[in-house]
Nanobody, 115 residues
């Protein structure tokens, strides 16, 4: 079994910054991709950013230049979010995909940006 523990969400004013963390533990073998998704009220869950085991990154167009995904040498992925605006308000979910094709989701962490 795999556990994903997210932290770092909260309330921030527009223009501010937050850093989300997601630590994976348990039966971890060959993580392929670590990613962050978000879901705003009334909207579908969408990809924010992803990072592969080789360090390649991809970002949603709406966050490019403001948000950076990174990963430490272990099993923790980070999402540094700068210049936040009201459209960034959502529940943010960590997702880990393994080489065998299985994936796991975190419980979600709320990010609220006040204007």
């Amino acid at each position: 079994q795999v556990q994903l523990v997210e932290s770092g969400g909260g309330l921030v004013q527009a223009g501010g910054s937050l850093r989300l963390s997601c630590a994976a533990s348990g039966s971890i073998f060959s993580i392929n991709v670590m990613a962050w998704y978000r879901q705003a009220p009334g909207k579908q869950r969408e990809l924010v950013a992803r990072i592969t085991s080789g360090g390649s990154t991809n970002y949603a167009g709406s966050v490019k230049g403001r948000i950076t995904i990174s990963r430490d040498n272990g099993n923790t992925v980070y999402l540094q979010m700068n210049s936040l605006n009201a459209e960034d308000t959502a529940v943010y979910y960590c997702n880990v995909q393994f080489a065998l094709g299985t994936d796991y989701w975190g419980q979600g962490t709320q990010v609220t940006v006040s204007s």
